[in-house]
C-alpha cells in the first residue's frame, strides 16, 4: 500500500489522544473510521492514533432548550437510521449521510470525521452548518488536562479546529424541517456541490458546498435566506428563478480544470431550489 | 505488533505491521475469499463483517480490528454446507468471473440479518448492492438472487441460521 506508517496507538482518554499527536516524533494523525486513509495525503504520516476506544459515540438529547447531542466517532450509518434523528428537522443530516459512497463506507465513516475533511467533502458539515449546529472541540490545557470548546460549525475558515480533537457535535432541536440535494461525478466522489436548506419558523439557513471554489469550504447563501425569509408562507409563482438568481449571483468565482465556473453556479443553483422546494413542501424529502 | 480478533467464530492471534491492512493480513493468512480490488473502498471486493456490519477490508488496518470479530466469506458456509445466500447466488447464476461474488453475499448477509427477516424490496437489493462492482457487469442476477435468498432466509423450511452457527 502506500503507508509508511511506524506506529500505532489506541488511546483511552481525549487527553491522551491529544498528547499521543502534540508529541510524536514525525507526523502524526487521528484515524476514527479511516475511510480517507487510502485517499491520498496520507503517504507521509508516521504514527496513527485510533480514536476507537474513546466514548464518543453516544446519540443523545439533552438540555433546555433541548438540543441533540452526537458524539464524533457515530457513523454515517447511525445518523442515518437512529431513532433519535427522525423527523423533519434532521432529514439534511440523514440525507447527507445517505448520499456518501456506499453502505459499507457509511458502516465507517464518521461523523467527526466527515467534518474534519470538509475542505474536500461537503456533505455532511453543509447539513450541519445550517441546521446551526456547535462543535464541542478538545484541547490540552496549559498544565494538564483538556478543554472543550463549543464553536459554531465553520464556513470556510475552519482554523477554529486547528490543533484540537473533535469529540461531538451540538444540534439545537425544536420545529423545523430541512433538505440536503448533492451532485457528484459517481456515487463513490465527493460531490461536485451541495446544498442544504433548513427553515426554523421564519428563520431560513441556506449553505452551498461547492469543489473548487475558493476559498474552498462552506458558505452560507445570506442573500438568498433573506429573500426566502421574506417570502413567508407564501412563496411568490415565479420563486424558483428568484431564488436560482439569488444564488448565482452570490456564489463565488472559482474555476476548475475539469468543469467550467458557470457550469458549477448553474449546478449549485438547481441544487439550492431543489432543497428549497423540499424544504417548502413542493418536493418530498428524501 | 499483536493482533488478536475472533476469525470466523474462533480466536486467532497474528503478528502484523502498524501499515498492514485487513484485507493483506488475511490473505497471508490463507483466506483468500476476500479479494484485493480497488483499495479505496469503492468496490465492494474485499467486504468483510467487522462485529455484524460490513466494511471494506482495504480501509481497516489491522490494527483497527484488534480485539474485534470478523467474518469472512469462508466462515459463512463450506463446499458442503453453503450458507442460503451462496445458494441463492448459484441457483440463480449470478456468477460470472466470481471476483466480485464473496463481497456481495457478505454484503447480502449483513443487510438481511439487520433487516430481521420480513420482505426484502429491489430498491433494497440495489441499494445493499451498490458498493460493489462487478467487472463483468453482470449485475441483474445478483440483486435476483438476493431477494431470493431473502425470501429463503424468511422461509422455515430452509437451512437456518442458528443451526448452521
Known amino acids: 500500500m502506500y503507508l509508511s506508517l511506524d506506529r500505532y496507538s489506541r488511546p483511552a482518554t481525549a487527553e491522551e489522544a491529544l498528547r499521543l499527536v502534540a508529541e510524536s516524533e514525525g507526523p502524526a494523525a487521528f484515524i476514527a473510521g479511516g475511510t480517507d486513509l487510502n485517499a491520498g495525503d496520507h503517504e507521509a ?3 496513527l492514533v485510533d480514536l476507537q476506544a474513546l466514548p464518543m459515540k453516544e446519540v443523545r438529547v439533552f438540555g433546555e432548550p433541548a438540543a441533540l447531542h452526537l458524539g ?3 457513523t454515517l450509518s447511525t445518523l442515518r437510521r437512529h431513532p433519535l434523528l427522525g423527523g423533519e428537522l434532521l432529514a439534511a443530516v440523514r440525507e447527507a449521510a445517505g448520499g456518501y459512497a456506499n453502505l459499507a463506507l457509511q458502516n465507517r465513516s464518521t461523523l467527526g470525521g466527515r467534518v474534519m475533511a470538509a475542505r474536500v467533502d461537503h456533505d455532511l458539515p453543509a447539513a450541519l452548518l445550517a441546521l446551526g449546529a456547535r462543535l464541542h472541540v478538545a484541547r490540552l490545557r496549559d498544565g494538564f488536562g483538556v478543554a472543550v470548546e463549543r464553536v459554531a460549525a465553520p ?11 473533535l469529540v461531538g457535535v451540538e444540534v ?4 423545523g424541517r430541512s433538505a440536503h440535494r448533492r451532485f457528484g461525478r459517481s456515487a463513490v466522489d465527493v460531490p461536485l456541490a451541495c446544498v442544504s436548506a433548513c427553515r426554523r419558523g421564519d428563520r431560513w439557513r441556506v449553505v452551498a458546498g461547492v469543489q473548487a471554489a475558493a476559498p474552498p469550504g462552506l458558505r452560507r447563501l445570506r442573500r438568498l435566506e433573506e429573500l426566502v425569509a421574506a417570502w413567508g408562507s407564501a412563496p411568490p409563482p415565479d420563486w424558483r428563478e428568484a431564488a436560482r438568481e439569488a444564488c448565482r449571483a452570490e456564489l463565488p468565482e472559482h474555476a476548475c480544470r475539469w468543469i467550467s465556473a458557470d457550469y458549477r453556479r448553474d449546478l449549485t443553483a438547481t441544487l439550492a431550489v431543489r432543497a428549497l422546494a423540499a424544504v417548502l413542501e413542493e418536493e418530498e424529502l428524501a | 505488533m499483536n493482533v488478536e480478533l475472533t476469525l470466523n467464530g474462533e480466536a486467532v492471534s497474528w503478528e502484523s505491521e ?7 493480513l488475511l490473505r497471508r493468512h490463507g483466506l483468500i475469499g476476500t479479494k484485493r480490488g480497488c483499495e479505496s473502498g469503492d468496490c465492494g471486493a474485499c467486504a468483510v463483517l467487522l462485529d455484524g456490519e460490513e466494511v471494506p477490508s482495504c480501509l481497516v488496518l489491522a490494527a483497527q480490528a484488534h480485539g474485534h470479530e470478523v467474518t469472512t466469506i469462508e466462515g459463512l458456509g463450506s463446499w458442503e454446507r453453503p450458507h442460503p445466500i451462496q445458494e441463492a447466488f448459484v441457483d440463480g447464476t ?5 471476483y466480485c461474488t464473496p463481497g456481495m453475499v457478505i454484503a447480502a448477509k449483513a443487510y438481511l440479518d439487520r433487516k430481521g427477516g420480513g420482505p426484502l424490496s429491489e430498491r433494497e437489493a440495489r441499494e445493499l448492492l451498490a458498493g460493489h462492482v462487478c467487472r463483468c457487469t453482470g449485475y441483474v442476477k445478483p440483486i435476483a438472487a438476493v431477494l431470493r435468498a431473502a425470501e429463503a432466509l424468511g422461509d422455515p423450511r430452509s437451512a437456518g441460521e442458528e443451526e448452521r452457527a
Open chain 1, 45 to 47: 504520516i508516521a504514527h
Open chain 1, 72 to 74: 464524533s466517532l457515530v
Open chain 1, 155 to 165: 464556513e470556510a475558515d475552519r482554523t477554529a479546529l486547528d490543533g484540537g480533537l
Open chain 1, 172 to 175: 439545537p432541536l425544536g420545529e
Open chain 2, 18 to 24: 502498524p501499515h498492514e491492512f485487513l484485507t493483506e
Open chain 2, 94 to 98: 449470478a456468477v460470472q468471473c466470481g
